[in-house]
């Protein structure tokens, strides 16, 4: 446990010493609400609804972190490390290779939470973001978020075959994904065409789980969105493990 609080303690430092990870997993959300809070303000989406724009962006953009630490930096860090031989190394020590795996996807779980809750802070002090969802309901939608988003980089990481291929792979779903499931701008700006190619985008449903329960509705009004999400986590996660353990890890 020792040697895991040690390792754990240097991948939450290599994440923050790195700029891109740091930065677009808590500064850039907030830049966002910063940006559209200017032109927007926290008015109501249609007139007379009693949800307000801010309220709807918040969530959105919690889900833009996820996708950041989930999709762009833990995959990238695995690869990176397979790459450079380091998982070997550690297998050649009594700590072995799946402690330094599990350190980093806490350091990245932990960052996505720091991150999501910068933003709420953030968001509530500037626009009086309202969260009407209870505390448990709205803790269940983002570790299903979290799950699914997650467990897609590990099976990225486990389809590519180096660091290049593993990056192009995420930088491709990541930023479709960013600017077609609504993470970024409002889903009811989008024409017809676009909403109906953000149906097949697993990370439109993290978003409409995330804003419906931050409105306050019940999980049971979500069932879809958690089953699918559900589904992907233990589809990704299963194909990832498979993969993995054909992997050539010397």
Known sequence: MKGFTVIFKTELKLFIRDFFSFFFALVFPVLMLLLFGSIYGNTPIYKGADVKMMDMSVPAYSVMVIGVTGLMSLPLTLSGYKEKKIYKR???????????????????????????????????????????????????????????????????????????????????????????????????????????????????????????????????????????????????AGAGAVLYRKKDWA
């Open 90 to 236: 550690f297998d050649a020590t009594p700590v072995g290779k799946k402690s330094i795996m599990l350190a980093q996807v806490l350091a990245n779980l932990i960052m996505t939470l720091i991150g999501i809750v910068i933003l709420l802070i953030a968001g509530k002090l500037l626009y009086s973001v309202q969260m009407k969802g209870s505390f448990l309901s709205i803790c269940i939608s983002m570790l299903f978020s979290i799950a699914a988003i997650f467990s897609m980089g590990f099976l990225f990481t486990a389809i590519g075959r180096d660091l290049k291929d593993t990056t192009l792979l995420c930088y491709l779903f990541y930023f479709i994904m960013l600017f077609l499931s609504g993470a970024t701008m409002p889903k009811m700006l989008f024409p017809d065409t676009v909403k109906k190619i953000s149906d097949f985008l697993p990370m439109t449903y993290a978003v409409d789980l995330m804003q419906g329960i931050f409105a306050g509705d019940s999980l049971s009004l979500h069932g879809t969105e958690l089953l699918i999400l559900g589904l992907l986590t233990m589809i990704c």
